[in-house]
């Protein structure tokens, strides 16, 4: 009787998550709908809007990381437009609001599972799979986008940035690493539980 | 398999419904039928007790082992 009020304890909290998450997926597809047209919007604009005129009064500082402050003394900022960095910058906000749209999805999955008393149907093998692999590609293209932005920052100010990192995220690249494992692991959960269910 | 399953053959001496077997062992009719019909891979201990409990009968007679004709 214990175990199954902590069963049905754990059914209503995915049930409210399940819901708090619709949500978030909504604002995120509206989100996402929104910074396609902005795209839009700023690649017709003229250069003209994107202007900044007198941005640090004389100076500008660049942080790395927290690691250090970089002081840029002089006149930057000036009569440069940065229309290339809001466009890179839209694609980028983008491709971070699809990469939760993806886990979350899958997370609902995995979620409806659980409620229906299936957690270790095959198909949550597979959400795990894709939520692994989407994190795999996030270590790399996160990375990549914000090296890329921060050459084209430099480049416009006028700063020799020397070359780009390819060096992954770390952190998405292990909790990937982690979500495939877990697939593997909620393979052989199904495998067990279908034996289980043969067992009269 | 080489497990068969007699159940309906001592269903039938003893004139028995399936489902009221099932009401009485606590086993599901789908599952009982499973059985009858050797779509299960395995039955648990308490499962064979409640069933020869009820139908009065050794596991021998719901279930006899007959060798594969490729084993022979």
């Not at chain 1, 599972?113 to 198909?123: C, N, R, Y």
């Not at chain 2, 009221?20 to 039955?43: F, H, W």
Request: hydrophobic fraction near 50%.
């Amino acid at each position: 009787m214990n175990e199954e009020k902590k069963l049905s304890k754990i059914k209503k909290i995915a049930s409210a998550t399940h819901k708090v998450l619709q949500i978030i997926l909504w604002i995120l597809v509206i989100a996402s709908g929104l910074l396609i047209l902005a795209e839009v919007v700023v690649y017709t604009l003229s250069d003209q809007y994107f202007i900044v005129k007198d941005l640090y009064n004389g100076f500008m500082n660049i942080k790395v990381e927290g690691w250090f402050t970089y002081d840029l003394v002089g006149e930057v900022g000036q009569e440069i437009s940065f229309k290339s960095l809001a466009l890179m910058t839209i694609p980028g906000v983008l491709l971070s609001v699809l990469f939760y749209i993806i886990n979350i999805q899958q997370i609902k999955k995995i979620l409806r599972s659980i409620m229906d008393d299936k957690a270790f149907d095959i198909k949550n093998a597979k959400c795990l799979s894709i939520m692994g692999i989407n994190f795999l590609s996030a270590s790399i293209l996160f990375q990549l986008a914000g090296n890329i932005f921060g050459a084209e920052l430099f480049k416009l100010i006028g700063i020799d940035a020397g070359s780009i990192s390819f060096l992954p995220d770390f952190s998405l690249l292990f909790t990937g690493v982690l979500l495939l494992i877990l697939s593997s692991v909620f393979k052989y959960g199904n495998y067990l539980q279908e034996e289980y269910d043969e067992t009269v | 398999m080489a497990i068969i399953i007699r159940l309906d053959r001592v269903l039938a001496d003893r004139k028995m419904q399936l489902s009221e077997l099932a009401e009485r062992v606590d086993v599901t009719i789908v599952n009982l039928s499973k059985l009858k019909n050797a779509k299960v891979k395995a039955i648990r201990f308490s499962t064979l007790e409640a069933i020869c409990r009820e139908l009065k009968c050794q596991p021998g007679d719901i279930l006899e082992y007959q060798l594969d004709e490729e084993e022979k």
